[in-house]
Structure formats: C-alpha cells, structure tokens
C-alpha cells in the first residue's frame, strides 16, 4: 500500500502550496482563478494539482500521481508476477488492465516520494522564513 498512502500524503498536504501559488498569481491566498479555498478543499485528491497546471515547476512535483495505480494500492489489486516481473492492476472505472515492471513501479513509489521530500523542504523553508 506504500503507493496509495504515499498518493494520500501528498495529496492531502499540498494545500500550502496551493495557497502559496495563489499568492505568487496575484490573488488572495484563498482565492483560486476558479474557486475559493472551501470549495478546493472539498475536490477530489486527483484534482488537488489542477491549479498549478501553468506553473511548471510545481506541476513537476504532480507527475508520479496516478489516481488508477492509487485506487489499486488502497483496494490491494495490485499484483506481482514473479515469472515476468510485472507488476499489473485494473483500472477501477473501465477495468482496464494496466502493466508495468516491477522496477518502473518502484520508480513511480520513489518519484513520488521524492516530491513529498520536495513538499516537506519548502513547507520547512516557509515556517522558517516566517519564525527564523
């Protein structure tokens, strides 16, 4: 389940970069180009980046999301095929079946890790700044 937690982590605590990107735009920090904080707050985790999709080096930190490869994480649909060293799961929507290597799975676990490390050092950076 490292995937799906790892997916939730992030997901769930890139609301003060979102509020930091607002300001960076020229608006309020509550106030997106299309919905105010409480309205954010209540989309689904999957769309949580959509705000920063003009913002290169922060949709940069989005990219090992994939909600498919999530889902399978939580529902424990992800399977390893020792003979192939495949790593496959279903699409929850379609059911399509999804596969990848083992070592391109542990790769998208690690790049998203990384951004939570990135996630982490810039909400460091932040508080520091406010309270040396």
């Not at 290597?101 to 990384?114: G, H, N, R």
């Amino acid at each position: 389940m490292f995937y799906g937690n790892a997916y939730e982590l992030f997901t769930s605590n890139i609301v003060l970069l979102a509020l930091l990107n607002n300001v960076a735009k020229g608006r309020r920090f509550d106030r997106f180009a299309e919905m105010n904080l409480k309205k954010y707050l209540t989309v689904n985790r999957a769309s949580r980046c959509n705000p920063f999709a003009d913002t290169p080096e922060l949709i940069a930190l989005c990219q090992p999301l994939e909600s498919t490869l999530r889902n399978a994480s939580h529902q424990g649909t992800i399977k390893y095929d020792h003979r192939t060293d495949e790593v496959s799961y279903r699409s929850g929507g379609t059911g399509v079946e999804h596969k990848m290597t083992y070592a391109q799975y542990l790769e998208k676990c690690v790049d998203l890790m990384i951004s939570i490390c990135i996630l982490i050092m810039m909400e460091i950076v932040y508080v520091y700044a406010k309270h040396p």
